[in-house]
């Protein structure tokens, strides 16, 4: 079962950039979870991301630090990755994630390239 859905990616040149959107279908509000978005490229472990608490505060890693950008739309029940100044390793399968204790959500996954 599908529990949350990803969209927004596709192919991209160096240097560009793309935003992702997740969405809950069902009864899963975000507004009560600890988003976040991870990558897995081919070949490598699943990495995170972004995070974003329901109060709003965000953690990056290094790897991504000042290029991508995580947000949340409680009215919209929705959260985004914008991501900018995208570079070939940031190509990866990216999940969204939803977390709250023992409870976790995960999207299906939606594809990013980064290619010249």
């Known amino acids: 079962q599908v529990q949350l859905v990803e969209s927004g990616g596709g192919l991209v040149q160096p240097g560009g950039s793309l935003r992702l959107s997740c969405a809950a279908p069902?009864?899963?509000?975000?507004?009560?979870?600890?988003m976040g978005w991870y990558r897995q490229a081919p070949g490598k472990q699943r990495e995170l991301v972004a995070t974003?608490?329901?109060?709003?505060?965000?953690n990056y890693p290094d790897s991504v630090k000042g290029r991508f950008t995580i947000s949340r739309d409680n009215a919209k029940n929705t959260v985004s990755l914008e991501m900018n100044s995208l570079k070939l390793e940031d190509t990866a399968v990216y999940y969204c994630?939803?977390?709250?204790?023992?409870?976790?959500?995960w999207g299906q996954g939606t594809q990013v390239t980064v290619s010249v």
């Open positions: 994630n939803a977390a709250r204790g023992t409870y976790e959500y």
């Open positions: 069902g009864t899963i509000f975000m507004r009560l979870y600890v």
């Open positions: 974003i608490s329901s109060g709003g505060n965000t």
